[in-house]
């Protein structure tokens, strides 16, 4: 891969250099734009890591010890052309290289084939370097043909943005993510999504005030890397990855037993292609799509098999399930009281598939005089599951704060539930009563309630011709199985940033804090992230 | 053909050509042409600090500011008449008389009854009427410009500089020039527009596309948005709301972009003041000095020109104005100046818009620079490219087309 990278890296260069003495700027001529970024961050919880020794293994009961060490340092190179030298011709090519050394808070990273415990704490913080602080790939390449007025077809690496509500991004179900380096939330959807080689049609009809957006991923061979088709699983990192598992349910399945995590990524071959289509359109002052994607379930991984064998700790093998999902989207101005927007979207999940609590399994493969492995399978579930999510955004004129910019107020409501489910209780999954199914695989304290709800918001303006730009937001995750039943307080995340702009300097400091009592549920997986994140970027 | 022969032909379809156009020309003049008082006005002079004094009865207060202030140097040229396109002329003699112009108060009701295209008020005798005149103004049908914007002030120079590309349906109904597009006229959409951000970086791709509708109802939108890879319905050009986080506001477009049923009309008067509708400039950005923010020293060359003059007091509570005083010309209903004052009544900012008529009819649009005289920041507006009449179709504003981010 990185032989690729270079190769179409160099040839993206060459392209570059070769119409780079025409002004950009310039219908029909290329256009760079760019930037240059370090974002640096800093834990500053004072949460202490605490164990309990069970059966001769030690097992966190909390996750912490992160005060004053680095929570990233990034430094990024991006390079966006656009090239159209015909109306119905375009190539777009993006390069980002990354580069960052290894942070001694990765030290927790479950990584493939590293054993844990503190004497191989520097090569898991290298593993997670290599693979995920330094990398340089052409993100995007594709070309857009327009034959016709109303047809475009874009072929190569690209980004597919499906939904409307923004954060909750229940539509957004093309491109995998990968939110290694930094909270999801606090980052641009646009650096997270890994790209993917795709074919894409759109088709605008006019006469039905709408369009389709048709997409297939084929899943070649050397065109996209299989771990990159899917979203990367959090355990594989330590600052911004899920904590090691504290002792649970079968204590033969946690985290600091597991000699080897196997994922299987879904093979580049036809039959695992991906395809998907979406009908967009406007009916009077509402704008709506309808979606339908049939690929994997991106994330996250499902455990699938429990080897035991000669060998001290066990393994695990995951994956990454087919699925169907289809949906809508609606956007439309409110009559009242003035601006205002409301933006809902829906998915359906009728196949999601959840994996179980860890002590169910069955046996699968029994060990023999031969092959001494052992191997059991994970019970995993098929729930039909439903989301849908709600944003109103309103611009508000507060004239004593800011008397001449507005500032935009909005608000979230996100709300997913599996109408089938067989709530449980742990006792209760114990001897497998109900359906047991857990909302992070490997966490028996994120048991599944029929609802989940997420309640965000946000509020902005700005200050001397954008040049300082304060910025607060915030996330509260809550669950529960009926109205006031099995309420369960997953924490909230509160951030406060302030942005700075003057000429092509960008500076933005944010102060980001994480709740949660529970240290393994919600946000309380988070609750040792508490951090001060500066980042300066160069832009042209 | 012989040599003789080529050149009597020639010499023949010249003269038809000429006379042609001299009745046509004539034609339109009658209508549309409006001679200046030039009583005072001496071409060929440069108006700054030392000599204003003498040019006091051409230059409003805006104006004056603009040149002790913040740089401008005027030179004098003669009038010379603009005028619109021939299809436009003809509309505007055809359906004279038909439009009626009504004082509505409250926003959504429609302020004008039996208006067929061209110039709807050939002799404006309120300021309700000069604005529907400024709203329906021959600017082509489509056109496009690209162009520079510079964000500055006093203390801290250029603080942005940005490149916009700005595409528009002028004329979505009642076309002069171009066949029509069913497909506005089904939706009642009197005009489009579609403005791409061509960089830096953080705005590259940024499409914002919106609508202004035959009705006065909110100027709905699309921005697409390129970190999120999906452009969002919004509210564009309300009322109060800057463009662009600088000190123009989506209503100081081009003077005026609102409906003028959103805003209560006064006219004032009409006088000849000096005007940049031939500017003289080879190209815009030899006219400012971008190392003099935030006026940055326009050196441009204006002519006497009859412009009405125009009070206009927000309907709507979020405005930010007190009121505005607008300059329009009195032959094209462009908008060169316009005094925008704060709730106090004190002056607060310039706006100066300049057109180069020596570039053709319509003419481009090709300057502009809006001072907050009171805080001493900038927004100048330096065009590059331009066309007009270029025969853009619906589904180049459609919304379809923005989800792609195209």
């Not at chain 1, 190769?7 to 950009?24: D, I, K, M």
Request: with cysteine.
């Amino acid at each position: 891969m990185h032989r690729r990278t270079s190769l179409l890296s160099g040839l993206f260069a060459l392209v570059v250099l070769g119409v780079a003495g025409q002004s950009w700027g310039d219908e029909g001529k290329l256009r760079i734009t760019g930037y240059v970024q370090n974002q640096t961050g800093v834990f500053i919880s004072r949460d202490k890591t605490s164990f309990e020794t069970f059966d001769g293994y030690p097992y966190p009961t909390n996750h912490g010890d992160k005060f004053g060490k680095l929570s990233m340092l990034r430094n990024t190179l991006l390079l966006d052309a656009d090239y159209r030298p015909l109306s119905w011709l375009r190539f777009k090519a993006v390069f980002r290289g990354v580069f960052g050394p290894p942070l001694s808070a990765d030290a927790e990273a479950q990584t493939p084939n590293v054993p844990g415990g503190t004497k191989w704490a520097q090569k898991r913080e290298d593993y997670v370097a290599e693979h995920f602080y330094n990398r340089a790939e052409l993100r995007e390449v594709y070309v857009d043909l327009r034959p016709e007025s109303y047809l475009l077809f874009r072929i190569g690496r690209q980004l597919v943005g499906w939904g409307e509500t923004g954060q909750y991004r229940l539509l957004d179900v093309v491109n995998p993510v990968d939110s290694t380096w930094h909270f999801g939330a606090l980052e641009s959807f646009e650096d997270q999504r890994i790209p993917l080689f795709m074919l894409r049609m759109v088709v605008d009809v006019p006469n039905a005030h709408g369009g389709v957006d048709i997409v297939y991923v084929p899943m070649i061979p050397y065109l996209d890397r299989s771990e990159d088709t899917v979203t990367v699983p959090l355990t594989l990192v330590g600052a911004w990855g899920l904590p090691i598992s504290p002792r649970q349910g079968d204590a033969s399945v946690s985290s600091s037993k597991i000699r080897n995590r196997v994922f299987e990524y879904p093979d580049r071959k036809h039959q695992n292609g991906r395809a998907g289509a979406r009908w967009f359109g406007e009916i009077g002052p509402v704008t709506y799509s309808l979606i339908y994607f049939y690929g994997h379930q991106l994330s996250p991984p499902i455990p699938k098999y429990y080897v035991t064998g000669d060998f001290r700790g066990v393994d695990v093998t995951l994956d990454f399930p087919r699925q169907h999902q289809f949906g809508f989207s609606l956007q439309g101005v409110l009559p009242f009281p003035a601006s205002t927007m409301l933006r809902a979207e829906m998915l359906f999940e009728p196949d999601r598939t959840h994996p179980c609590y860890s002590e169910l399994k069955k046996p699968y493969k029994p060990p023999t005089p031969e092959d001494p492995t052992n191997i059991a399978q994970f019970l995993r579930k098929e729930k039909f599951t439903i989301n849908y999510a709600v944003t109103i955004q309103q611009p508000l004129k507060v004239k004593f704060l800011n008397p001449r910019e507005v500032f935009v107020l909005a608000l979230q409501f996100y709300h997913s539930f599996i109408p089938t489910l067989k709530a449980s209780s742990l006792e209760q999954c114990a001897s497998n009563e109900g359906d047991c199914i857990l909302e992070v695989p490997g966490f028996d304290s994120t048991l599944m309630r029929k609802h989940h709800f997420r309640l965000g918001g946000s509020l902005q303006t700005s200050y001397l011709r954008g040049m300082i730009t304060p910025k607060f937001s915030f996330a509260w995750v809550f669950a529960a199985n009926g109205f006031k039943e099995d309420f369960k307080d997953g924490g909230a995340l509160i951030s406060v940033g302030l942005d700075f702009a003057l000429k092509n300097f960008k500076v933005g400091v944010a102060l980001n804090e994480f709740l949660g009592k529970d240290p393994y549920y919600g946000m309380g997986f988070f609750r040792d992230r508490d951090e001060v994140n500066i980042k300066v970027r160069y832009q042209f | 053909m012989n040599s003789t022969r080529m050149k009597a032909l020639v010499g023949l379809i010249g003269l038809v050509l000429c006379t042609g156009v001299k009745a046509q020309t004539e034609g339109v003049n009658a209508i549309f042409a409006h001679e200046p008082d030039t009583e005072g006005f001496e071409p060929g002079v440069a108006v700054n600090k030392g000599n204003i004094g003498d040019f006091e009865k051409f230059l409003p207060e805006g104006l004056k500011i603009l040149v002790e202030q913040f740089g401008l140097e005027i030179s004098t040229v003669p009038y010379e008449p603009v005028l619109p396109s021939k299809g436009y002329a003809e509309k505007t003699e055809r359906n004279r008389g038909k439009s009626k112009a009504i004082e509505t108060k409250d926003i959504r009701t429609k302020g004008i009854e039996g208006y067929e295209g061209g110039l709807p008020f050939v002799d404006p005798q309120t300021g309700l009427e000069v604005m529907w005149n400024q709203f329906f103004a021959y600017q082509g049908d489509d056109g496009f410009i690209e162009f520079d914007v510079f964000v500055a002030s006093q203390g801290l120079g250029v603080e942005r500089h940005e490149t916009w590309r700005w595409e528009f349906v002028q004329k979505g109904m009642y076309r002069t020039d171009l066949p029509a597009v069913p497909e506005f006229e089904k939706r009642g959409i009197v005009y489009a527009s579609k403005a791409t951000c061509l960089r830096p970086y953080e705005k590259a791709h940024t499409v914002a596309l919106q609508y202004r509708y035959d009705k006065p109802r909110d100027q709905v939108g699309y921005i697409y948005v390129p970190f999120l890879m999906r452009p969002i319905k919004a509210v564009v050009g309300a009322v109060g709301v800057p463009w662009n986080q600088t000190d123009m506001l989506f209503e100081d477009i081009k003077g005026y972009s609102l409906y003028p049923e959103w805003t209560k009309w006064k006219l004032l008067g009409k006088r000849t003041i000096l005007v940049p509708m031939h500017p003289k400039v080879r190209r815009p950005e030899d006219a400012v000095d971008l190392e003099s923010p935030p006026g940055f020293k326009p050196r441009l060359a204006f002519e006497p020109r009859q412009v009405y003059v125009v009070e206009g007091k927000s309907k709507f509570f979020t405005s930010q104005y007190g009121k505005v005083i607008l300059y329009v010309d009195a032959e094209t209903f462009y908008i060169p100046l316009k005094e925008a004052f704060d709730k106090g009544g004190k002056l607060w900012k310039v706006f100066l818009n300049v057109w180069d008529a020596s570039q053709g009819s319509p003419p481009p649009f090709v300057l502009a620079l809006a001072v907050d005289i009171q805080k001493r920041a900038s927004t100048l507006f330096v065009v590059k490219n331009y066309g007009f009449n270029v025969g853009y179709g619906f589904h180049d504003f459609d919304v379809t087309r923005v989800n792609q981010g195209d």
